[in-house]
């Protein structure tokens, strides 16, 4: 093998690994979004979630017959963030452990990125 193909291939092994974080908690890049503005404990941040969420919620195509409009509910929202606080990087937690006595089973999304994100 050609010893600078060699090395680029070294060197491309090396710097995809570096890329890999072991971080549980994922950093937050750059200082276009305060910290207050994206902190669900705040109640005009809860607002704007469920907002933004029945307006998502209400241009699905075709339209559904009967959507529930969502609200804010104190205790699902305490749940998911103690799920999120335990969350294993890219491991589901399992139903048993996302039930919630007043709601049932909950669902659980994760997302993962190599990458700076725009939001």
């Not at 509910?73 to 452990?97: F, G, I, M, N, P």
């Amino acid at each position: 093998m050609d010893k600078s193909l060699y090395f680029l291939l070294i060197a491309s092994l090396f710097m995809s690994s570096r890329t890999w974080r072991y971080d549980r908690k994922p950093r937050l890049f750059g200082d276009k979004v305060s910290m207050k503005a994206i902190l669900p404990r705040h109640r005009r941040v809860q607002e704007r979630i469920v907002e933004l969420h029945n307006r998502m919620r209400s241009l699905v195509q075709p339209p559904p017959s009967n959507m529930l409009v969502m609200r804010w509910e104190k205790s699902a929202a305490r749940a998911a963030q103690k799920w999120a606080d335990s969350c294993r990087l890219l491991e589901h937690s399992s139903v048993d452990q996302r039930w919630h006595d007043q709601l049932g089973a909950c669902g659980q999304n994760i997302f993962i990125s190599t990458h700076r994100v725009p939001w």
